[in-house]
Every structure is written in C-alpha cells, then in structure tokens.
C-alpha cells in the first residue's frame, strides 16, 4: 500500500531461511524490534530439515509464516514478495540481524525522494555467536553509490561497491517492474545479485552511512569466509553469478531503451575469471580462455573506470600482469591478496590516500 504525501512508508521485512534453525530466532526477533511504526514481518522457510520451522512456529502470532518445498533462496523471496504488500521491502537473510532502526532509515529515504528505488547501509561482521568485531563493511576507502547508476551498472556493475541481501531495502513498485526473481538462474543463493543490480536500472539508489545491518560469519556463509584462504567454491559462484546477471542486466537494459555495451566488463569479474583459469583452466565456466585474453580484458576493464586514480589503475594492471605469468603457487597467493583486502591493512591506508587523492579527472566511461 502506498504512503500519504510526506508520510513515511510501511515496510515488509521478509526473512527467508534453510536450515538456520540456530540463527533464524535472532533474526526474527531484530525485524521485530524495529522502531519504525509500520513494519509487517513475513518469514518464510524454504523447505528446511532442521529444528527451523519448530523455532519460526513459537512467533505464529507476531508474524506471518510462509512454509514451502525446498527451492532456493529466489523462491523463497518470491514466495514472501507475494504476501506482502507495503511500499518498503526489506530481505534479511537468516543468519543476519537488523540494526532497530534500519526499516525507520530507509523509510525516512524513501519518503524524502519519490524516484529513490534501493536504499544501502554498511554492515558490522558478528560471529557464530553474534558477538560484533568491530569490522564494518565497506572498507573506509571504497565508495559507496548514491544517485543515477544506471551508466556503471550496464558497463561496471561487479566493480560498484554494493551490499549484500540485509543491507538492501527496495521501492516495491520497482521490485514489481522486475518480478519474479529468475530462480533457474540463481537456483540456490544470489537472488540478491539480481536485485541490486537491475533494480538499479529503474531509478536513483542512495548509501545510508550507518551500520544497517549484522552479517554473521560462520563458515556456511556464500560470500564471506571465516579465514583468508582462497575457496575455489566461492570464486566458480561468483562467475556463475555474474554471468546471469549480466544477462538479465542486458535484456532489461534492452527493455527500457537504455544505451548500453554490447559486453559487460568489470575488473572484479574479469580478476575471478584470472583466478579460476590460474586454479582449474578445465573447469567448464574457464574452458577455452587464455591468460592473456583475461589480461587484455582486465586493462580494458580498467579503462571503463572513472571511479579510481591512475595510479589505483597502474596497480591493478601489475596485479592482472602478475597473475598471467607467475608460476601457480604464487597465482594463488595473489589471488588471496586480492579476495581478502582485509589482510592487508597497509595497503588498504595506501588505497584510501589514492581514493581521496586521485591525479586524474574521472574518465567519461
């Protein structure tokens, strides 16, 4: 339902769960304690074997419970759109907990600009246990977006900084221009690569700076991983995924008329592929590639950036040339060096000082 004029907007938090029957309670219960005062809050479980639905059951009163077969996460959060009705969506996934005032924030965003379409905020790291580390993502250094994204998304999407499924709160009337999320593309996890991205086509998005959202790292997660260690598994996702979506971005771009690249390039797509040939050049998403295609395609990647300085560039480029010709072993710590800027805290002072210090003007594409 849509808000009256200068009124704040309702807000669906829809929790989608497998098999967190330890974390879902926790995440229940942070949609609950939202201060905004018109929040509904939609749980649905994807076909879980655990101890889950005997946990979401005792909130049968507070909540609105949606119980279904196992069909992965884009089901699941195709299942919980259909129930709700607010202007305001917010996907917590649920091993993840809410700021209290994460659905007021975006609420007051969205009520102060009529063509704002997705709000972000920043998430802290908590553990298994919810203990918060004091870790908040982004990094300092890395930009977040505000306003018309529209050109980057359709010539840089994996390189804009975004934020995963909890951080994210959507327009519903945009949600609905790109309904239903595609489940046989994202057929286990990654409905919110699909999300973010096109929802981006259809209007102005805007980074909240305050912490959102808690994401719990535990060693299940697809995304994050409890140590630096390069994790095949998570790099072969990442490129199924950006395959999809860069797809989905093309076909919609093509819908509304929007100029667009015959291909899709962002570094950060192009620096998984190098990762993946330098491990496995047979697996079938790598087959056929060549280092020094992936080099080509990384310099030309680069020069589609305006967002970082030349010299940002220049070390990228050295890392894309290091990765084609060094001997696998090194390949590998390389590419830890880049999954996990984390680990390096030196150089991430040293990024942040090229990020506010840039010796170039911005490129025009």
């Known amino acids: 339902m849509s808000a009256a004029p200068g009124a704040k907007p309702s807000v669906d938090i829809i929790v ?4 967190y029957g330890r974390y879902v309670a926790a995440a229940i219960e942070s949609a609950r304690a939202q201060t905004h005062p018109d929040v509904s809050v939609i749980v649905v479980d994807d076909g879980s074997t655990d101890d889950s639905r005997e ?5 049968a009163e507070e ?14 959060l195709n299942a919980g759109l259909a129930r709700g009705d607010s202007e305001v969506v917010i996907f ?13 924030r975006a ?19 908590i553990d298994a246990d919810g203990r918060r580390s004091g870790i908040v993502k982004p990094l300092p250094h890395l930009p977040m977006p505000n306003g018309d ?22 327009r519903r009337r945009a949600l609905d221009r790109i309904l239903p999320i595609p489940a046989q593309a994202y057929p286990r996890t ?17 980074s909240l700076p305050e912490v959102g959202a808690y994401y719990r790292v535990h060693g299940g997660n697809s995304y994050e991983a409890e140590k630096p260690v390069l994790n095949l598994a998570r790099v072969w996702q990442a490129i199924g995924y950006t395959n999809a979506t860069s797809a989905e971005l093309l076909r919609l771009a093509e819908e509304l008329g929007l100029p667009h690249p015959r291909r899709i390039l962002s570094t950060a797509d192009v620096a998984y592929r190098m990762i993946a040939l330098r491990a496995d050049p047979r697996h079938a998403l790598v087959r056929g590639e060549r280092r020094l295609g992936l080099l080509r395609d990384g310099i030309l990647a680069l020069n589609r950036r305006g967002d970082v300085s030349l010299s940002m560039k220049a070390m990228m480029a050295a890392w894309f040339a290091a990765m084609a010709v060094v001997p696998r072993p090194l390949a590998r710590r390389l590419a830890e060096y880049f999954l996990f800027p984390e680990a390096r805290p030196g150089l991430n002072e040293l990024l942040g000082r090229l990020h506010r210090h ?8």
């Not at 994204?149 to 995963?164: C, F, K, N, Q």
């Open 16 to 19: 989608n769960n497998h098999n």
């Open 55 to 59: 946990v979401i059951g005792r909130f």
């Open 63 to 76: 909540v609105e419970i949606v119980l279904k077969e196992q069909a992965g996460q884009a089901s699941a």
């Open 92 to 104: 917590l996934d649920s091993d993840d907990v809410l700021h209290p005032e994460a659905a007021a």
């Open 107 to 125: 609420a007051a965003a969205f009520a102060a600009d009529a063509e704002l379409v997705r709000t972000q905020s920043r998430t802290e790291i």
């Open 149 to 170: 994204m529209r050109h980057e998304e359709l010539t840089r999407p994996y390189d804009i900084v975004w934020m995963a499924t909890s951080a994210n709160a959507f």
């Open 190 to 206: 990654g409905a919110d690569w699909y999300l973010v991205h096109l929802s981006a086509l259809l209007g102005p998005v805007r």
């Open 358 to 365: 840039p010796e170039a003007r911005p490129e025009a594409g």
